[in-house]
């Protein structure tokens, strides 16, 4: 019996026949595309393709990030579509299929079916303008569309703008979209330029009841709530301060009259200072 | 009494461990402290050149330009995994929802894109030095594809960034071409 020598002699046959069996097995053959692919809109529909075989897998490579697609298998092969209705970065693609080991790439053109909801980005700076140093903004503004892509308006590769606005010179909080408070920009007042001084005597309390205000920046706006007056008065022989904040643009203090006492009194906002005025019951 | 109040203690202090025990430690170190891997091994070459009304100071642009390489080192590994995590610091918001929005799973790398160089060319900056638009033009990307084919690529790009937290962050883009060589 000499079965087990011949069956040596064939095992290299048999091992080169389960390798190139294996090969067989694991290369899958390029599946067609049954149109044109080359320009596709997003969300793909279906996209078919030739091809044998039941498992593949399918996935769309946009410029930013791989989307799984969806396979459903027909009687000559399989077509592929998006799993959501969702807009892409547009550009360059790639459709990879794979089976098994084998993977197969076709170069596509990306472009969103709907821009869906598009933004006018209007971008100030400074967002706070404080009128004392400057009315002047700077604006850039573009266009986004619903999937992060920058819009071309124009069509002619102008994607974005700038221009130096001259603000208005009455503060407030201004939007560049009403309907976005993220949107809003900041004027404020500026510093005082002058401090108007008025007091009156209530006889019954014996006080003089002190107003300074309106205190007014250089455009004729209220300053800030809160800026800090000081006033400043004299009775003869002792020198007195008061500080208080302003509110709407008036700070006022209370003084006790004593008897035919006379006090001069100056109030100051920083380096602004009122004229002195005289204190008396009469 | 005082057994009572011994038994009090030990209750108090029995709760407290328990307390201790059961709070949830996060495990992420905060971004500042972490050091990230794929920016550390990516490497590409970046010139910069200014056309804007308002200029970055020296600072300002070697932050820009560092940014930016670690901005493509994140959109690369994104590209290849569909990892919308790992590069969230340099994304903007609306940029991270519109990523999140697609997102179903990370997958292992099937083709690769590697970014060797840019020029970046600043349209406007904005004079807070908060936002950045940019035109990108001679972007070569090498792609390698599991079948070890490499292909490189010449690409112009309208990009938007945004400086928000500690980086550069990028908010939008346009793809204006892609020319395989």
Known sequence: ?282 | MRLFFTFFFLLILGYLLFQGRAIERSSEKPAFLRADDLVLAHDAEIKVTIHSNYRPDSLELEILEKDYIALWAHLNHLYATNDIIAGKEYYTESWFRHLASHFDEVRTAGATRIDKYHELHIENWSSDGLLCTAIDSNVVFTYEYPDQQITTSKATLAVVLLYQGDHWRIDAMKVISENCN
């Open chain 1, 1 to 282: 019996m000499n079965t087990f020598p011949d069956l040596l002699k064939l095992l290299p046959a048999l091992y080169l026949m389960m390798i190139l069996s294996s090969c067989s097995n694991d290369a899958a053959e390029r599946p067609l595309p049954t149109s044109e692919i080359t320009r596709l809109s997003i969300p793909l529909e279906n996209i078919s393709f030739q091809a044998s075989g039941r498992e593949w897998e399918a996935v769309l490579f946009t410029f930013i990030q791989p989307l799984s697609l969806e396979v459903i298998y027909t009687n000559s092969g399989f077509y592929v579509s998006q799993k959501d209705d969702l807009g892409v970065v547009e550009g360059p693609g790639r459709i990879c299929l794979k089976s098994g080991n084998s993977h197969f790439y076709y170069e596509v053109l990306l472009d969103n079916r709907d821009v869906g909801v598009t933004t006018a980005k209007d971008y100030r700076s400074p967002k706070t303008v404080n009128v004392d140093s400057s009315l002047s903004h700077q604006r850039i503004a573009f266009i986004l569309d619903e999937w992060s892509n920058v819009v071309d308006p124009g069509g002619s590769l102008h994607f974005f703008e700038e221009q130096e606005i001259i603000l208005t010179s009455r503060v407030g909080v201004y939007r560049t979209k009403v309907k976005t408070p993220l949107s809003a920009y900041y004027i404020q007042p500026g510093s005082c330029t002058s401090v108007p001084l008025h007091y009156e005597f209530r006889p019954k309390a014996n006080i003089y009841k002190v107003m300074a205000g309106p205190l007014q920046d250089q455009y004729g706006n209220m300053v800030g709530e809160g800026t800090m007056v000081a006033f400043v008065y004299d009775d003869g022989q002792y020198t007195n301060q008061m500080e208080v904040m302003s509110q709407n643009g008036y700070a006022t203090i209370e003084v006790s009259s004593s008897g035919s006492t006379v006090y001069s009194l100056f109030a100051k906002v920083n380096e602004t200072f009122s004229s002195t005025i005289q204190l008396q019951p009469w």
